[in-house]
């Protein structure tokens, strides 16, 4: 089996350089030697300084790296290091590089704003039909993620924390326990402040954030309702707790789907379809497009401060910010896009 196959390499970063980038372009090969090995704060010597290797590096390892970024670069330029060096960690979890079983900088980026914003140019609103079509390619756990965040406007690291408990569905099958803040509000699904990556929130130590400060209850549409019904009547682990979005394999039954199980069956998804252009270019189709492409629907139908309300921007928005009102829900349900036809809809609650 080739080395490509079956990596083991003293030093990853060299062999990425030679596995990977080998058959880039001389201009990308040059900018990721620079980011990885010579410029100012490169990621090899600057873990080298400390005793670190590539195999070592954790979280408060690539919020550290971040920071100095921060320091020494404009804004262009630490998140081109940023995207680099998190693309390179992708790389190596792509190619099963022993020892590294996580993305850091993945994580840090979706769960921390520490690199200031380069405001790139706004991602495309794409036709509805593409959503359709991604939605289509997608196993039945990541195609009722997919929609949810769609309809909520919310992140994927708020989307995998979710829990049964959150998910008030008005049906006979829905009888389990339910947190206070949805538990009045049947056909409602709740976005909380908690939890925080890497400390415990209800038994679990969970792998992501759910980087928002407001406690918000968002209307299932009955779209959202009957997808979410069919998924959990194949859903896998414990019938009445635990997860909403548990992983789709029998070896793995009842845990959480990691936000970075999502993003790379999306990206597989949308590299397929099309959708997957530069790695940088603001058109590609990943989980933060879904955040992006309602909350633009939306805002041309129903008022800025009704959508930042359901999308969690608390210090965006006006007088009655923090409640909630039947006039909101209806408003968002009379509105929120449609994606699959009834006779879909059907067969799927039909079982």
């Known amino acids: 089996m080739s080395a490509r196959n079956n990596p083991n390499p003293d030093d990853p970063f060299v062999w990425i350089m030679d596995n990977y980038f ?44 971040f920071r100095d970024l921060k320091q020494e670069y404009k804004p262009s330029v630490q998140q081109e290091y940023g995207n680099r060096v998190e693309f390179v960690y992708s790389k190596f979890l792509s190619y099963n590089v022993e020892g590294i079983d996580i993305n850091p900088f993945e994580k840090v980026k979706d ?21 359709q079509d991604i939605l289509s390619k997608l196993h039945p756990c990541y195609f009722a993620m997919t929609l949810t965040m769609v309809k909520t406007t919310r992140r994927v690291g708020g989307t995998v924390n979710l829990d049964l408990c959150d998910c008030h569905i008005d049906h ?56 979410l019904i069919w998924w959990i009547m194949m ?59 309602t909350t633009s629907i939306m805002r041309d139908r129903v008022k800025k401060s009704i959508v930042d309300y359901f999308r969690g921007d608390k210090g965006n928005t006006g007088d009655g910010y923090d409640h909630y009102t039947p006039e909101k829900r209806q408003k968002w349900i009379d509105n929120i896009p449609k994606f699959l036809d009834q006779e879909q809809i059907e067969n799927s609650t039909d079982g």
């Not at 620079?34 to 195999?55: H, M, N, Q, Y």
């Open 172 to 227: 006979p099958a829905a009888d389990w326990d339910l947190d206070k803040h949805v538990r009045d509000y049947p056909d409602h699904i709740y976005y909380g402040p908690k939890p925080e990556e890497g400390k415990e929130f209800r038994g679990e130590v969970r792998d992501s954030s759910a980087k928002t400060v407001t406690h918000t209850i968002i209307p299932l549409d009955d779209e959202l309702k009957d997808v």
């Open 235 to 293: 859903r896998r682990g414990d019938n009445v707790e635990g997860p909403l979005f548990t992983k789709p394999t029998p070896r793995e039954e009842g845990l959480r789907v990691t936000d970075g199980e999502y993003r790379w069956r999306l990206k597989q998804v949308a590299d397929e379809l099309g959708y997957r252009y530069d790695w940088h270019d603001p058109g590609n189709i990943k989980p933060h497009y879904w955040r992006h492409w």
């Open 111 to 131: 769960n921390h704003n520490i690199l200031e914003e380069n405001h790139p140019e706004q991602p495309p609103i794409y036709d509805k039909k593409v959503i």
């Open 22 to 65: 080998d058959t880039n372009s001389e201009r990308t090969k040059d900018a990721v030697e620079d980011i990885l090995f010579d410029g100012k704060v490169a990621l090899s010597p600057w873990l080298k300084e400390r005793g670190l290797t590539a195999r070592d590096l954790t979280t408060e390892h690539a919020k550290d790296y």
